[in-house]
């Protein structure tokens, strides 16, 4: 294909560079079709050769692809002008092309990379919900093979997306192993449940979607060999027995499906694995779907367009994939030495199902009180932006005024075709802090203001949300292993007044709040050894003055306030992954000032220093870094504090995942309760009487050494609600 034949005048690209014939050997076990040449690929001659190239060969070693049994081509073979997506005109024009190729390579799997094949050669879109998914007996122009749609590599060139590289080394592993045949039998039974007692299988609920309440209307069950049955919730009693035959249940986000079968009257198996806790403990980075962690481990094509059309095949679908996965996941875990973090998330479920369910009471004056008073604070406050805004709430508009005003927010990104306009900026409220934070502008800072007070009266405030708070806590919400809440997110709640509608369930009774202070730094000094700072915390120093002492050179008694609070805003920032630059910007502080304070506490805390260094070179090697309790986070792109950020939180999640919400649980004493977490914080309630036994309590289950010779004090306060604890 050096010359053009006379074919190919009709094509928009007949006077663009090219074309570009494949790459490899003739015939190979693999084609790889991606979709146009880009403009290395159109100067050097063949394809994939600049940093998609790169992404991709890397991608192939990794995944065990041997480089002779692989064929590279396009769909199109000329560079199409300023790498805009090729037309549709193109792709005919080079079939003929492609179907050359195909006749001559002979390929048992073609692994179609990007949208545009999988689109053009499979009619499948979008390529997000398709990748990785295997088409046994695909026909591609004429040619019958197997085809896997990948991702493309460009796509992991933009900023973040690296993390979705092992997608793509998944992916191209499945053109490497032989054709698995998916033994599947499912049924849309009334029949009795077969009544032998099970080890294991999987268990999927189908319900309707409301963000206020879930209706159950099927449970499937997967078993291993492929069998699956579904039932209508009509057959109660089937299901029951069903149920009373497994000893562990195998869930796809096991924490809602016991929730809702709880609810239903349903007794759950003891046991409890949970593919999508799996996975996050395997890979956070990911998503953690069942169509995503299917496409990554198994063979086998999408399924979850049928939800709607097929819901008894589909609810065996989501049992058989689960039953399937977890096979694989174990290995990985296994692999990792990992198995114990994820067996303590699936034994914390229970815990945090039982914190959703009871809730934690309002009191509803106080938020009534609260919301209207938010509401009209924000009334007050429109006045004084109403000679610059119509609607404050619009984007469009406070889109115009900030650039009036010399204030210019980030843009978007967006499709290359997309002309500038005002859609173009991005005004979220995290965007509008950074902004209100970095410019002296009075009108920023009410809109900012004004924009916090309608969240908090609708999310926190609000009346109508009930008498309970039914948030839920996620074990797979952050890469650190902490977990997140959501529906409201608590965590999301200042402290003072609009914590203080959060109170205990019954009257005589309190709240205590078991806190791990400083635990970043406890972790960071023991994992670096740095023996200086383990001393100060164990003679009972305050840290904050203790490290300002050592940093200004000065007895820890002659630390006055203003210094102790710069050690505090600077060492805090050091181990959440803030450089100095963030930190002088996010606490106001002199830049200078920052600097100097950090390099003065790097150089008498080399240790620290040496550790981040070792956290660091880790990463590149490895792709990973590791706590001392296994926990892995992967790094293919991320920014060096982001790296050494991880261990010492991490860890320090461990200790409330273990002590917090694993152990605190079955240890207190009855009637108390766990209430709420947050971050490094576990909530209990409990009848005031019963303080010096919940307390004893809480030290003895929360201060337990996970690390030898490592413990690690907790601060208890008391409270008749949560924003008045002391």
């Not at 590599?153 to 032989?178: F, S």
């Not at 973090?341 to 199902?353: K, R």
């Not at 509608?501 to 730094?521: L, N, R």
Request: proline letters at 6%.
């Amino acid at each position: 294909m050096s010359a053009k034949p006379p074919s190919c005048q009709t094509c928009p690209y007949y006077t663009r560079p090219g074309p570009i014939s494949g790459d490899g050997p003739t015939p190979a076990k693999i084609m790889y079709i991606g979709e146009a040449p880009g403009a290395q690929e159109a100067a050097l001659g063949k394809p994939f050769v600049g940093p998609s190239g790169k992404i991709l060969r890397g991608s192939a070693k990794r995944a065990g692809t041997i480089k002779a049994d692989v064929f590279i081509t396009n769909l199109v073979k000329c560079h199409p002008p300023k790498n805009e997506n090729p037309r549709i005109e193109a792709v005919q024009a080079c079939s003929k092309f492609l179907q050359q190729e195909l006749n001559l390579v002979k390929p048992h799997s073609v692994v179609l990379i990007g949208a545009l094949p999988t689109s053009a050669l499979l009619r499948k879109t979008p390529i997000t919900k398709w990748r990785g998914s295997v088409f046994n007996d695909a026909d591609i122009l004429g040619y019958t093979c197997r085809a896997i749609p990948c991702l493309h590599p460009a796509g992991l060139l933009h900023k973040g997306q690296m993390k979705l590289l092992p997608l793509i080394v998944a992916d191209l592993r499945k053109a490497n192993e032989p054709v698995r045949s998916q033994d599947f039998v499912w049924s849309d039974t009334t029949a009795p449940p077969n009544a032998t007692q099970r080890e294991c299988a999987a268990i999927d609920i189908e319900t309707t979607y409301d963000k206020t309440h879930s209706e159950m209307f099927r449970v499937g069950f997967g078993f291993l060999g492929g069998d699956t049955i579904s039932y209508n919730t009509s057959y109660s009693k089937h299901i029951q027995d069903q149920l009373n035959s497994i000893d562990v249940g195998v869930y796809q986000n096991g924490a809602f499906d016991i929730r809702i079968l709880q609810r239903e009257g349903y007794k759950v198996p003891k046991g409890i694995f949970d593919t999508m806790l799996a996975h996050h403990t395997i890979n956070s980075e990911l998503p953690h779907g069942l169509d995503s962690i299917s496409s990554e481990y198994l063979h086998i094509q999408q399924w979850k367009h049928l939800s709607q059309k097929e819901p008894a095949f589909y609810n065996c679908m989501d049992c058989h994939t689960t039953m399937m996965l977890k096979a694989p996941l174990e290995a990985k875990l296994k692999e990792y030495g990992m198995e114990s973090i994820a067996q303590n998330a699936f034994d914390i479920i229970p815990h945090v199902v039982a914190m959703q369910v009871h809730g934690v009471k309002r009191d509803q004056k106080l938020a009534m009180k609260l919301y209207v008073g938010a509401l009209k604070r924000v009334e007050r406050l429109e006045t004084q932006v109403k000679p610059y805004i119509t609607n404050w709430r619009s984007s469009k508009q406070l889109i115009e005024v900030l650039l009036k005003l010399g204030i210019t927010p980030p843009k978007k990104r967006r499709k290359k075709s997309s002309g500038e306009n005002y859609s173009s900026y991005t005004v979220e409220a995290e965007v509008l802090e950074s902004l209100a934070e970095s410019h002296d502008s009075p009108f920023l800072k009410i809109i900012v203001t004004m924009r916090k007070l309608e969240k908090l009266a609708s999310t926190y405030f609000n009346p109508n949300i009930g008498d309970f708070a039914h948030s839920e806590f996620l074990l797979r919400g952050t890469s650190t292993g902490r977990l997140s809440s959501r529906e409201p997110n608590l965590q999301n709640v200042p402290k003072g007044i609009s914590r203080s509608i959060y109170v205990p369930t019954h009257e005589g009774w309190e709240f205590a709040s078991a806190d791990y202070k400083q635990i970043e730094m406890y972790m960071s000094a023991w994992d670096a050894k740095e023996q200086n700072i383990l001393d100060a915390f164990a003679a009972g120093f305050d840290i904050h003055k203790f490290i300002a002492a050592e940093i200004y050179n000065k007895r820890v008694e002659d630390i006055i306030d203003v210094e102790r609070q710069s050690a505090k805003f600077i060492v805090y920032g050091l181990n959440y992954g803030r450089g100095a630059a963030s930190i002088a910007k996010a606490y106001g502080m002199s830049l200078s000032a920052t600097k100097a304070f950090v390099d003065r506490y790097f150089g008498r805390f080399a240790k620290l220093a040496q550790r981040r260094k070792e956290y660091v070179d880790h990463a590149e090697q490895h792709n990973y870094v590791a706590t001392y309790f296994g926990r892995r986070r992967w790094f293919f792109d991320r920014k060096p504090t982001e790296i050494y950020a991880f261990v010492p939180q991490a860890t320090a999640a461990e200790y409330i995942r273990i002590n917090g919400l694993l152990r605190l649980p079955r240890e207190l004493p009855k009637p108390a309760r766990l209430a709420i977490t947050v971050h490094d914080d576990v909530v209990v309630e409990y009848p005031k009487e019963m303080r010096k036994e919940v307390t004893e309590c809480l030290k003895d289950v929360m201060e337990s050494p996970l690390i030898p010779n490592l413990k690690i004090p907790i601060s208890i306060s008391y409270g008749p609600n949560w924003g008045n604890l002391s």
